[in-house]
């Protein structure tokens, strides 16, 4: 009789100590989830503020590609279509020529496709 007593107190025992340990491993179970749930709010927040970036970086960019022709426009040529030759654009002779038959080449190269000679002021 009293080893059966003995049986039951302890198989009691070893529950409670299976129903402390679940009840353990459900809190951090509960925790880690918190810890997921607050990583997944700094993703979503690096993640919108990568989006931020990309778009200051398209705004920015216009800028640069809007200076870039500014100075291909400034390192161009200009042409007469009447005439034989091509000149930078501070050349004397450029500033002879009238707009309405002005050429603009931003190469040499494509100016002298067309046969026009450079002038003195390219060289
Ligand atoms: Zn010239």
Do not use: W
Not at 5 to 23: C, G, H, P, T
Not at 96 to 102: D, E, M, Q, V
């Amino acid at each position: 009789m009293q080893q059966i007593e003995e049986n039951v107190i302890k198989s009691f025992r070893l529950a409670k100590n299976d129903i402390i340990r679940l009840q353990r491993d459900f809190l951090s179970l509960s925790q880690a989830e918190e810890r997921i749930m607050e990583l997944l709010d700094g993703l979503k927040a690096s993640q919108a503020d990568i989006f931020q970036r990309i778009r200051e970086m398209e705004h920015g960019s216009k800028p640069i590609a809007a200076a870039l022709k500014h100075s291909n426009a400034r390192k161009g040529y200009v042409a007469s279509k009447v005439g034989k030759s091509y000149h930078r654009k501070n050349c004397p002779f450029a500033h002879n020529i009238k707009n309405k038959t002005k050429v603009i080449f931003y190469t040499k190269s494509k100016a002298e496709n067309l046969g026009l000679k450079a002038c003195r002021c390219v060289a």
